[in-house]
């Protein structure tokens, strides 16, 4: 990869009477809870029909919306639910992972108004959780920047 390619990442804190939703994936021998998202692809039209459908209504929601789409198809492939018409944007950050890859990660945010129907896709996710913010900043299974967003998370929410 060039040094001056980005790859860009889609995730969202999804959050339902005062807990969000966390994923549990293995990263090597390490297990850790992580938001749900994902790389952003190409967009095609296998894509778009997903988008479609995750609408609700059969069009297309924020059309051209490449990083809305990208997290509404990942939170479809991963826990097979639908995320709400209006998704806010949280925050966004720089790292460079463990391959070595420059990535920018933007997260959305999304407040749900009933309890989701979960099916996890055993080949990326282990399980879910959902946890509240103490939970969150007591865990030692998830990553620093998780929390230390949360913790301004009251402040814009």
Same mark, same amino acid.
């Given at each position: 990869m060039a040094a001056d390619m980005f790859v860009c990442k889609s995730r969202i804190l999804i959050e339902y009477l005062g807990k969000f939703l966390l994923l549990e994936r293995q990263f090597g021998d390490k297990t850790m809870f992580i938001l749900p998202g994902g790389k952003v692809e190409p967009f095609d039209e296998t894509q778009s029909e997903v988008v479609r459908k995750l609408s609700g209504n059969?069009?297309?929601?924020?059309?051209? =919306? $490449?990083?809305?789409? &990208?997290?509404?198809? @990942?939170?479809? #492939?991963?826990?097979?639910?639908?995320?709400?018409?209006?998704?806010?944007?949280?925050?966004?950050?720089?790292?460079?992972?463990?391959?070595?890859?420059?990535?920018? =990660? $933007?997260?959305?945010? &999304?407040?749900?108004? @009933?309890?989701? #129907?979960?099916?996890?896709?055993?080949?990326?996710?282990?399980?879910f959780a959902w946890m509240d913010q103490k939970e969150i900043l007591d865990s030692k299974q998830v990553h620093d920047w998780l929390k230390k967003n949360l913790k301004i998370f009251d402040k814009i929410y």
């Open positions: 059969g069009e297309e929601c924020n059309g051209d =919306d $490449v990083l809305l789409n &990208a997290i509404r198809r @990942e939170v479809y #492939e991963e826990l097979k639910i639908n995320l709400p018409p209006i998704i806010d944007y949280f925050c966004s950050s720089f790292f460079v992972n463990t391959q070595k890859e420059q990535v920018i =990660d $933007v997260v959305f945010y &999304a407040k749900l108004t @009933e309890r989701p #129907e979960i099916i996890v896709d055993g080949a990326e996710v282990k399980s």
